[in-house]
Nanobody
């Protein structure tokens, strides 16, 4: 079983920064990609950023130029550096893990709240 532990959410003023972390642990698995989605009240869950095991990043349009995703393969951890935060970035941020071994599958974290005040 794979577990995801998220950290780094909180309350910040507009223009500020936050850094989210997500660490994967559990029985033997091979990661294909890790990253983040978010869901604001009344809205669908949307892509924030994903990064593959070959370091190819896919960044959502609303956050391009402001958010950066990176990973530490040795620690099975992904980071999301969020700069120039806006009130519309307020959402629950969910870590997503895509594994290819022992079988193809997705895992989700429990979510961490990010609130940006105006």
């Amino acid at each position: 079983q794979v577990q995801l532990v998220e950290s780094g959410g909180g309350l910040v003023e507009a223009g500020g920064s936050l850094r989210l972390s997500c660490a994967a642990s559990g029985s033997s698995f091979t990661i294909f990609a890790m990253g983040w989605y978010r869901q604001a009240p009344g809205k669908q869950r949307e892509l924030v950023a994903m990064i593959s095991n070959s370091d190819n990043a896919n960044i959502g349009d609303p956050v391009k130029g402001r958010f950066t995703i990176s990973r530490d393969n040795a620690k099975n951890t992904v980071y999301l550096q969020m700069n120039s935060l806006k009130p519309e970035d307020t959402a629950v941020y969910f870590c997503k893990l895509v594994v290819i071994r022992p079988r193809l599958g997705d895992y989700w974290g429990q979510g961490t709240q990010v609130t940006v005040s105006s």
